[in-house]
């Protein structure tokens, strides 16, 4: 009797806490996602793309074409270093300004 007591104490307490988390993940979900990555800001015209010999480039957005360069080129580094690419070798192969 005291077995068949404490398989339903058990169940009860599984299923509690099974409840508390999909009440929690239910309020994490409707939050709204931020950007991870900045983005290209209203009025950006120019853009650059920089890629390593091996590993993922880099693609930015800047209002000169230096700063678009720059960024794309930190941008490189990072993502290069990330997926196991060589980040010292990232160069700026595309750059150029919208009309």
């Keep these: 009797m005291t077995g068949k007591t404490a398989r339903q104490g058990w169940s009860w307490a599984l299923l509690s806490l099974l409840a508390i ?3 929690l993940s239910t309020g994490c979900a409707r939050k709204t996602s931020t ?3 900045s983005t290209a800001s209203i009025g950006s015209n120019c853009y650059a793309k920089a890629l390593p010999t091996t590993g993922e480039g880099g693609l930015a957005w800047g209002d000169t074409l230096s700063m678009a360069r720059q960024k794309s080129l930190n941008n490189c580094i990072r993502y290069a270093g990330r ?3 060589t980040p ?3 160069q700026v192969v595309l750059s150029e ?3």
Excluded: E, I, M, V
């Design 35 to 37: 950007a991870r990555y």
């Design 97 to 99: 300004c919208k009309n």
């Design 83 to 85: 997926s196991g690419g």
């Design 21 to 23: 988390n999909l009440a």
């Design 88 to 90: 010292d070798t990232c």
